[in-house]
């Protein structure tokens, strides 16, 4: 590979590694059997990149870790019924998962979303998307109460995880748009 090829490689390689989210950067409380997750995430694609990743539900099993199946199975205007199936790890403990999630696109900056049915009791998250100067800004809000107990200093933990996993693969798929 040409010098100049193999730097600008590697930039990129360092730029996805910049934007990357670490576990420790999500917020998890558990309060009265729910867990309340948060994140940031910067990014250098336009918001119209991420908006457009955000909503893939297509494609997400290409890009997601642990997805096997996203599917849209009802639409009227900005609102989604999308169906969703996968199976999530954290070290040796992994779930499958099922969820039929209600999905609603705000002023083409914000996506509500609420469960209807699946493996958790509820629930809900909010995602704001917000232009910055050369690039995004994502501000993540979700509260879950699972249907099966579970310690909730490992439900923390499993949560900050699959967060941070879903966020950077979510991040490296913007990049990759860009």
Do not use: C
Request: proline content about 6%; overall charge neutral.
């Amino acid at each position: 590979m040409p010098r100049s090829l193999t730097h600008i490689a590697a930039l990129l390689l360092l730029a996805g590694a910049a934007w990357a989210l670490s576990d420790d950067e999500v917020t998890v409380d558990y309060r009265d059997g729910t867990y309340y997750g948060s994140l940031r995430l910067r990014t250098p694609a336009s918001p119209a990149v991420v908006m457009a990743v955000l909503t893939d539900f297509e494609r997400m099993p290409e890009f997601m870790p642990g997805l096997t199946s996203s599917r849209i199975v009802a639409r009227h205007h900005n609102q989604y019924q999308v169906a969703q199936q996968g199976k999530i790890s954290f070290g040796p403990f992994s779930m499958p998962f099922e969820s039929l999630r209600q999905i609603e696109l705000v002023d083409g900056r914000r996506i509500l979303s609420k469960s209807l049915s699946g493996s958790a009791r509820r629930m809900q998250s909010v995602m704001q998307v917000r232009p910055l100067e050369g690039g995004s800004e994502i501000d993540y809000r979700i509260e879950i109460e699972p249907a099966n107990w579970l310690p909730s200093s490992l439900g923390s933990n499993f949560l900050q995880h699959e967060l941070a996993e879903q966020f950077n693969a979510l991040s490296r798929e913007m990049l990759r748009r860009h």
